[in-house]
């Protein structure tokens, strides 16, 4: 008995801590230049789209580029407020060493082989008439979403459970912001690669 309760002392005593390392100031940089670069993106897709183009569908089920870029914008906003709580409270070191999933992220998230059905107060509306009204919130929201991250808080520290990719620290929440965005970029961009997609109207 004895010999076992020494082996079992042993035993703990051999179990790394887990230790959970801040973020950097590069890994903040990166996360920036990430929401950066699927906003470009974004606004290189739809910034030239003409009113004809805005609002055509391939079929009636499939989504307009309006209702892709719709979708997009109510999502930062939504995705974003979800962070912000989670940013208040420090989750536990064991709960951090499951939460750091970018990669994952990335390559789920750009899988569009893969549908989901998005979820009621994310579909669209018909809210935005045109590129335009869209581009301008959209540029509105995520400047938000940089200013936040910007802000000197440590996304790694916090962290949240996401209902497809589980617990996720605040850090990649914000990858997984970012690359849903990209993800219905991509959306828009076969939708204008589709052959019955209205051509621009040439300049007068």
């Known amino acids: 008995m004895k010999r076992m309760l020494v082996l079992a002392m042993l035993l703990v005593l051999a179990i790394p801590a887990v230790a959970v390392e801040p973020m950097t100031e590069a890994e903040r940089a990166a996360l920036v230049a990430h929401l950066e670069r699927t906003g470009a993106r974004l ?3 739809i910034g030239g789209v003409a009113a004809a183009q805005w609002t055509w569908k391939a079929a009636p089920e499939r989504w307009s580029v309006a209702e892709a ?3 997009i914008i109510a999502s930062e906003a939504l995705i974003r407020g979800l962070i912000e709580p989670a940013m208040k409270t420090e989750a536990s070191a064991e709960l951090l060493a499951t939460a750091r999933k970018e990669e994952m992220l990335d390559k789920m998230l750009l899988d569009r082989s893969k549908k989901f059905q ?3 107060p994310l579909k669209p509306t018909g809210k935005y ?3 335009q009204d869209a581009l301008a919130t ?3 929201e995520r400047q ?3 200013d936040f991250v910007k802000s000197g808080g440590d996304f790694r520290l916090h962290a949240a459970e996401h209902p497809a990719a589980g617990p996720l620290d605040a850090y990649g929440w914000i990858v997984f912001l970012s690359g849903h965005s990209e993800r219905h970029t991509l959306q828009i961009e076969e939708v204008q ?3 019955g997609y209205p051509k621009s109207q040439p300049a007068p």
């Open 144 to 146: 938000k979403t940089i």
């Open 118 to 120: 998005a979820p009621e």
């Open 43 to 45: 606004e290189k897709s």
């Open 69 to 71: 870029a719709e979708h």
């Open 138 to 140: 959209f540029r509105a």
């Open 129 to 131: 008439a045109s590129a």
């Open 193 to 195: 690669a589709d052959a």
